[in-house]
């Protein structure tokens, strides 16, 4: 789990179990949760030091399930092999929160490249699958 500014309270659910806090702050005990501090990139755990920690911990997939900001991070670090999307048959229009931040792409052909593997309805919804092309 990413937190910036270790805000998580010591009580929170996600911390009675196994669980690794990745934090630009002083670590602090949070629960039974292992609270790492990792270098900061524009005041967010810098996405080279996350993927470092992970894998001194030998942790080697990911579930990134976060704001725009923490997705984009990673697609921009070339850290997303697979895309799990799900998309409701509703409009938010500019009200709404992008699902990717900015990737700051210079042109089309810089932009990252998956392929749809599938796509399946749930409900009214629709679960696609993606691996980088």
Known sequence: ML???LRTPATAK???GNTLILTTAAPR???QAEVVSVAAADG???IAAVLDALSARDIRSVL???GGRVVASF???GAVDAIEW???PIL???EGRPCVASLALAKLADAPKFRRLGVEPVGDDLWERYARA
């Open 44 to 46: 967010r755990p810098a």
């Open 14 to 16: 996600v911390a009675s």
């Open 3 to 5: 937190d910036s500014r």
């Open 86 to 88: 799900f998309r409701a």
């Open 75 to 77: 697609i921009q670090a």
């Open 64 to 66: 990134i399930e976060g």
């Open 29 to 31: 005990p949070i629960g």
């Open 92 to 94: 938010l229009g500019g």
